[in-house]
């Protein structure tokens, strides 16, 4: 099951001309307000008809400008999940639930209902109305109205956006299990690189209506060209597994058999974990720095050094646990002779991989 | 009811009867009608606006007299109907097409500004659901609309009830056909010694306009409390 977009839409003062593929798992629509996102998710969707292109999910043309087929929502078997939960004032969460499969096509496998409703914990809340709700267990019924009504894809509009760090926090593990569970492919949407580093399978940066990068993760969030957000946003992905937990307070994980330390992660050994490294977090170093507080440095080589207009530059470096993301001086990269090829060390500030980015592991409730 | 004399019960039943017919006819289209002007955009839009308001603000008995053009046995649609054995002129059926008539303005207007408060992105998302356009209307927008369309109905009873100027120019005062209560209060201050009638059905009046009041009140608290909206 995939996404294939390709559409053209022209609002006066924004063009939007975007194509990418999304494949299963989280395809991650990452750019700054007003790069188009939200009008992709509209079109895919059927609550905009775009002035050209076409859109296909799992083999069906829900959009194509040249045959003149255009799908109205009701008809194109989608689960979207709104910034505002959108849940339906007047039925329990239950009918809430139940809403969308009214209208699928019948069948699905037994039990559906008890799966999702255990997989996100709405057991307790089955009888109550939304009125009723936190802003958390409003986005958890609405993920699972979405899921219920056995969509070909999952949309999800920023659906953290409204809520505050805590209740992302409960809500992210539930779109975990969602990439890693379901086959239906999910397209998200999102501002927030924190999410980004922990979601997305495949990510499709997008900037003033134009597609800037697209595929794994991992490579284009270390890619020091696409930096949707700026410079101080970027940072690599990197996923690692919990070794061990110290009996002072630290986790020690291991990424590309490269050992890294942080806070204590509420995740028994072997669970694996995402890292979000943020580039200014970085410092490089051409030795192997001795007598350092900071516990985390890792051996690599440069990449790439992308000097940018200011006095900054990004440089990517290959290390065992990935690839990371620097940001230093245009004065330093010279200083240090950075150049592609180059042996070098990265030290990460234990700080840098707070709980806030950390992925994974510790259980919602 | 031993204190109403029968030409009094008589009058009672029939305003009952009359504003009940109505307001339950008159229901389906106010809905539809409400709709079209709270979400339609279409040519003419302005003009059914016009249209519905118009016994708002004409003299009833302006309204009543056109009624009598238009639904008379000799008038255009009342000859139509007449040949199909429906007939309004001087028929307790013409009271209640009057009583509607004047009722139906009222009627929109509480069920549209119920329209206008339904959030539309909450129809957006039914339909992502795979509600097509009727399904959106019965499950979302009808139940949300509920309280006004309860509010509508009960005003446009209200207003049913006290019709006089619209209803006596068209189908007149006749005793068990077309002598609602306000028309039987205005024949019985006619006449010498009416007195005892007229205060009577005022009370009756009073009692019909208070109870309906409060069921508004009982219902529409329900709803609010059914929705979970504190």
């Known amino acids: 099951m995939t996404l294939t977009v390709a559409i053209r839409h022209d609002f006066g003062g924004f063009a939007l001309d975007v194509a990418f593929a999304a494949p299963a798992g989280i395809t991650v629509l990452f750019g700054r307000s007003g790069a188009g996102k939200t009008t992709i998710v509209n079109a895919v969707a059927g609550l905009l008809r775009p002035q050209g292109g076409r859109i296909v999910v799992a083999g069906r043309t829900l959009f194509d400008s040249a045959a003149g087929i255009f799908l109205p929502p009701h008809r194109r078997r989608l689960g979207v999940i709104f910034q505002e939960g959108r849940l339906f004032p007047h039925l329990t969460v239950r009918q809430n639930l139940a809403y969308g499969r009214w209208f699928a096509p019948p069948g699905g496998p037994p039990g559906e209902v008890a799966e999702v409703v255990a997989m996100l914990g709405l057991g307790p809340l089955l ?16 993920i699972g109205r979405a899921l219920l009504a056995r969509p070909a894809i999952v949309l999800a509009d920023e659906p953290l956006a409204s809520l505050d760090e805590a209740r992302k ?29 922990r979601l997305a399978t495949t990510v499709v940066a997008l900037a003033h209506g134009r597609v800037t990068a697209e595929g794994p993760a991992a490579a284009v969030l270390a890619d020091p060209a696409v930096t949707p957000l700026g410079a101080r946003e970027a940072g690599a992905m990197v996923l690692a597994r919990v070794r061990a937990h110290h009996p002072d307070g630290l986790t020690e994980l291991e990424a590309g058999g490269a050992p890294l330390f942080v806070p204590a992660l509420a995740a028994p050994p072997g669970t694996e974990v995402r890292l979000r490294i943020a580039a200014h977090e970085v410092i490089l170093a051409r030795e192997k720095p001795v007598g350092l507080s900071a516990l985390n440095i890792l051996a690599g080589r440069v990449h790439e050094v992308r000097a940018g207009e200011g006095p900054g530059a990004m440089v990517a470096l290959d290390t065992a646990a990935g690839r990371l993301l620097a940001r230093i001086t245009r004065r330093s990269a010279v200083a240090m002779g950075l150049r592609p090829g180059l042996a070098c060390h990265a030290v990460i500030k234990t700080v840098a991989p707070a709980p806030a980015d950390l992925g994974g592991g510790g259980e919602p409730e | 009811m031993g204190w109403l004399g029968p030409a009094e019960w008589q009058a009672v039943t029939l305003s009952l009867r009359v504003a009940l017919w109505a307001t339950a006819v008159s229901l389906p289209p106010g809905i539809l009608v409400a709709h079209l002007l709270a979400r339609g955009r279409f040519p003419g839009r302005g003009l059914l606006n016009g249209l519905v308001h118009l016994p708002l603000i004409l003299p009833p008995v302006v309204t009543g007299y056109l009624l009598l053009l238009a ?39 509480a069920i549209r500004l119920s329209i206008e408060a339904v959030d539309p992105r909450l129809e957006a998302a039914a339909a992502t659901l795979g509600a097509g356009r009727a399904a959106v209307f019965l499950t979302v927008t009808l139940p949300l609309i509920l309280p006004g369309i309860l509010a509508g109905a009960i005003l446009a009873f209200a207003k049913a009830m006290g019709e006089f100027g619209a209803t006596i120019t068209f189908v007149a005062s006749i005793p068990g056909q077309t002598r609602t209560v306000p028309s039987a209060i205005y024949a019985a201050l006619q006449v010498p010694g009416g007195e005892g009638t007229a205060l009577r059905l005022v009370a009756v009046a009073v009692a019909v306009a208070l109870a309906a009041l409060g069921l508004s009140e009982l219902v529409a608290r329900g709803v609010a409390r059914r929705i979970g909206r504190t």
């Open chain 2, 71 to 109: 639904f008379g046995t000799r008038g255009p649609v009342g000859g139509l109907l007449a040949e199909a054995g429906i007939v309004f002129a001087f028929r307790w059926t013409g009271a209640a097409l009057a009583a509607g008539v004047m009722a139906f303005p009222l009627m929109v207007r």
């Open chain 1, 169 to 197: 926090a409960e809500i992210l593990p539930y779109f975990e299990r969602l990439r890693d569970g379901v086959a239906v492919p999910v397209l998200y949407v999102t501002h927030a690189p924190a999410e980004v580093a």
């Open chain 1, 127 to 142: 009888d109550r109305r939304p009125g009723r709700l936190s802003g958390g267990e409003k986005q958890r019924v609405a």
